[in-house]
Nanobody, 124 residues
Framework: QVQLVESGGGLVQAGGSLRLSCAVDGRTNSAYAMGWFRQAPGKEREFVAA????????YYADAVRGRFIASRDNAKNTGQLQVNSLKPEDTAVYYC?????????????????WGEGTEGTVSS
């Protein structure tokens, strides 16, 4: 059974940064893409970033491109999302997800393994 566990959320002032991590437990290989999503209160879950299986190809939502950096460490089976220049509208629960495809993907329906989320709150 594959489990994803996020960490690194917290309260930060606008302009600040957080480093979110995702530990992937139960995988014996790196043949999966990893995605990051977020859900703000009262809103639907939205795509944030995705990293392909090797970590070389990344894709970002327009709202975060240039501020967020996604990466992964296949030796440790972990993923990271560095979130910089935070704005109050970035406040959300952040989820990591994985699928058995090697390429990046945007729709959340393409991911079948999810973590429980970590909350990031940005104060103005």
């Amino acid at each position: 059974q594959v489990q994803l566990v996020e960490s690194g959320g917290g309260l930060v002032q606008a302009g600040g940064s957080l480093r979110l991590s995702c530990a992937v437990d139960g995988r014996t290989n790196s043949a999966y893409a990893m995605g990051w999503f977020r859900q703000a209160p009262g809103k639907e879950r939205e795509f944030v970033a995705a990293v392909n299986w090797s970590g070389r190809n990344k894709y970002y939502a327009d709202a975060v491109r240039g501020r967020f950096i996604a990466s992964r460490d296949n030796a440790k089976n972990t993923g990271q999302l560095q979130v910089n220049s935070l704005k109050p509208e970035d406040t959300a629960v952040y989820y990591c997800a994985a699928n058995n495809e090697r390429i990046t993907s945007v729709p959340h329906t393409n991911y079948d393994m999810w973590g429980e989320g970590t909350e990031g709150t940005v104060s103005s």
